[in-house]
């Protein structure tokens, strides 16, 4: 039992890099051969997870890098900001690095407020690297100064151009495409919103989007004026939708890709994540992994899977007692990662 959750480990870090790689390359990095043909990318949530799991693939973070540095302008910092309150995103340090990286004079005051919090001259480094045994990745060369302001320890980074201008076709770039017309918004988000669900209330938009709920019914009345948004009451309730087809065919053509709240699904794969990878997990007994496994599913990591619109669901883990969890576990989180890379699940 002790083997099995040790080789999915490995299985898990492998699936985890080879989505984020899929996910980049279909926002404009090259360098891997498959791309991503899901729903719609979350830039944001997207840029917070790889600040977790792209520290297990230098290349692949460096690369995250050269893209930030010619699209960071499209990323809304106040979304990642809401996003590491409402959901606790670890990597906060190394997003700090990140933003660090990515701000110019043009955008000095959009970036600069993300690295005001970084600790300069930390007396201690944390590696920022793995190795796949997930072992620290040594510094051969001269520190990168950036890095080491958060705290971390890595190799001066040296951009290798393997980015380009985000790509506007694919569908899953669309909230990208719609920041690219209508600006860095909320109407952005909601916009999408309203063409990949049939209606929604400012509350849920507001709590899929990432906003205030404020921010999102005010919007949501202004749009209104347009004409090519409609609402009613329900209850005490109103409910908005686009007026049917108006956008759909100029955004999305035939393709109708599936809305799924990324930052919630993301957030707990990221919690399964540094459970598996950076606790002493592996040299207890399987009834101790067992026990530490139940504690993040109930810590609202099958309360995120639930509610990511993925069409995923946990399941009962209190059927499973002891030991037996962890089995389950290594299962629901195979059919998880199938549902993501699109191959069907093992029997």
């Not at 996003?83 to 690095?97: C, D, L, R, S, T």
């Not at 599913?297 to 509610?307: G, I, T």
Request: include cysteine; charge should be positive; glycine fraction near 6%.
């Amino acid at each position: 039992m002790k083997a099995l959750l040790s080789d999915f480990r490995t299985e898990l870090r492998d699936r985890l890099l080879d989505l984020l790689w899929r996910q980049w390359t279909a926002l404009g990095v090259s360098g891997h051969g498959g791309t991503w043909e899901g729903a719609v990318i979350d830039p944001e949530a997207l840029l917070l997870f790889s600040c977790s799991v792209a520290r297990h693939d230098a290349r692949l973070f460096d690369a995250m890098l050269d893209w930030m540095r010619i699209n960071g302008r499209y990323i809304n910092v106040q979304r990642v900001k809401r996003m590491f309150v409402q959901e606790g995103f670890a990597g906060e340090a190394v997003f700090q690095a990140v933003a660090a990286v990515t701000k110019t004079p043009t955008h000095a005051t959009k970036w600069g407020r993300s690295t005001q919090s970084v600790a300069s001259g930390a007396s201690k480094l944390e590696p920022l690297f793995y190795l796949k045994d997930g072992t620290p990745m040594p510094v051969l060369r001269e520190k990168d100064p950036l890095f080491a302001a958060a705290g971390l320890l890595r190799d001066r980074f040296e951009p290798r151009d393997v980015a380009q201008p985000f790509k506007p076709q694919p569908s899953a770039n669309l909230i990208l495409r719609l920041r690219g017309l209508l600006g860095i918004n909320a109407r952005c988000e909601i916009l999408a919103f309203l063409l990949l669900n049939s209606r929604g209330s400012p509350r849920a938009v507001a709590r899929d989007c990432y906003y205030f709920p404020a921010t999102v019914s005010k919007a949501l009345v202004e749009m209104s004026a347009s004409g090519y948004l409609i609402s009613r009451m329900e209850g005490r309730h109103r409910y908005y939708q686009l007026v049917p087809d108006t956008w759909r065919e100029l955004l999305v053509g035939n393709v109708r890709p599936s809305w799924v709240t990324w930052a919630l699904l993301f957030r707990a794969l990221e919690q399964i994540w540094l459970v598996l990878w950076h606790e002493d997990l592996m040299s207890k007994s399987a009834l101790a992994q067992a026990s530490a496994l139940r504690r993040i599913l109930r810590n609202s990591v099958a309360d995120r899977l639930d509610r990511s619109g993925l069409s995923f669901s946990f399941g009962d883990e209190s059927a499973y007692t002891g030991e037996t969890l962890v089995s389950y576990f290594v299962d629901r989180l195979t059919v998880l990662l199938c549902k993501l890379d699109g191959k069907p699940s093992r029997p």
